[in-house]
């Protein structure tokens, strides 16, 4: 909720500055894994964020809805478009994450409308996996922003996306959670590296003392 208002509040009248971000704070999980943020980037970060949210907002072209639900839920899991409206899932207790949710559905709508481009550079022709790669990323920043900047709370499936996504295992993270769904990208995958399945779970299970998704 605190993070909305401060999203949402500058943008009456004029697009606010980044000059005033609160230095980055330092996450850490419950088994001690650390990860910082730098300033630079994520000011980069927040001006391409309220502007998405500002559109989110504002743009009566389409409808995001958010379905809460009652378990943990990953931004991908019961993501459906219907005609000009895309419906997310998530957690009714994770309100900090409510944001986050609706730019994952925001840019995949937008994909949709054939308008991605405006909020994904060099998204033009990306498809299937390298699309879902391209918005999980985009999805992941604004976490990490969310996260070191103004101390939103924890949310497991956004905690365990930033982690992968800043520790490089990104491509491990999806492709297990998602095997079934991405089939031929996690045989190449697999193909490229035949220890990448234990050497991410191992990862995971030292960073966050249970399995991935997928191998649970």
Request: hydrophobic share 40%; proline share 6%; aromatic share 12%.
């Amino acid at each position: 909720m605190l993070f909305q208002a401060l999203m949402l509040l500058p943008f009456i009248g004029a697009c606010a500055s980044t000059a005033g971000l609160p230095e980055p704070r330092t996450l850490v999980v419950p088994s001690g894994a650390r990860l910082t943020s730098d300033p630079t980037r994520m000011a980069g970060v927040d001006e391409w964020v309220r502007n998405e949210m500002l559109n989110i907002v504002e743009d009566p072209s389409f409808m995001i809805a958010t379905r809460p639900v009652r378990e943990p839920v990953y931004p991908w899991e019961e993501f459906r478009i219907s005609n000009d409206t895309a419906t997310v899932s998530l957690q009714g207790s994770a309100v900090d994450a409510k944001s986050h949710y609706e730019i994952y559905a925001h840019l995949h709508i937008m994909k949709k409308m054939g308008r991605l481009e405006e909020w994904l550079p060099d998204s033009a022709g990306l498809e299937g996996y390298q699309l879902e790669r391209a918005i999980l990323e985009r999805v992941a920043d604004a976490w990490l922003y969310g996260r070191t900047i103004f101390d939103l709370a924890p949310y497991a499936p956004l905690d365990e996306l930033i982690y992968a996504k800043e520790n490089e295992y990104l491509d491990a993270f999806i492709l297990t959670a998602r095997a079934d769904e991405f089939r031929e990208e996690r045989r190449a995958w697999l193909d490229e590296n035949p220890n990448g399945t234990q050497d991410f779970r191992a990862w995971f299970r030292k960073t966050f003392e249970r399995d991935p998704k997928g191998l649970r």
